[in-house]
Nanobody
């Protein structure tokens, strides 16, 4: 059982930037097939923020398009989320998640598949944005 290790959260002002990192040992290196992403939870709801597949395809929530960028360093098994122009509604606990297979499922979007199939979830890092 792999537990990803996230870092980079913090408290910032509106308009600031943060870069989150997540080390997921054994999931991305050596040409692995994988799907990984970031989710955030504020209150009771969990929202998918961004997903990346091993072929480099990226998917973003509408609320973060143009502001957030997901990327990875396969050699270091590390997932990143660069967040710019942060706003108070971006506040939440950010979790990384991954699975060592393609994120596909009958009737499921890639994001839905990742959320269901992920077998490695980080413990979360808090991001607080004040106005």
């Amino acid at each position: 059982q792999v537990t990803p290790v996230e870092s980079g959260g913090g408290s910032v002002q509106s308009g600031d930037s943060l870069r989150l990192s997540c080390v997921i040992r054994g999931y991305m290196s050596s040409g692995a097939t994988y799907c990984a992403g970031w989710f955030r939870q504020a209150g009771l709801g969990r929202e998918a923020v961004a997903v990346i597949k091993n072929d480099g395809t990226t998917i973003y929530a509408d609320s973060v398009k143009g502001r957030f960028t997901i990327s990875r360093d396969n050699a270091e098994d590390t997932l990143f989320l660069q967040m710019t122009s942060l706003q108070p509604h971006d506040t939440g606990v950010y979790y990384c998640a991954a699975v060592r297979k393609r994120c596909v499922g009958s009737g499921l979007t890639t994001v839905q598949a990742l959320e269901i199939m992920a077998d490695a979830w980080g413990q979360g890092t808090q991001v607080t944005v004040s106005s």
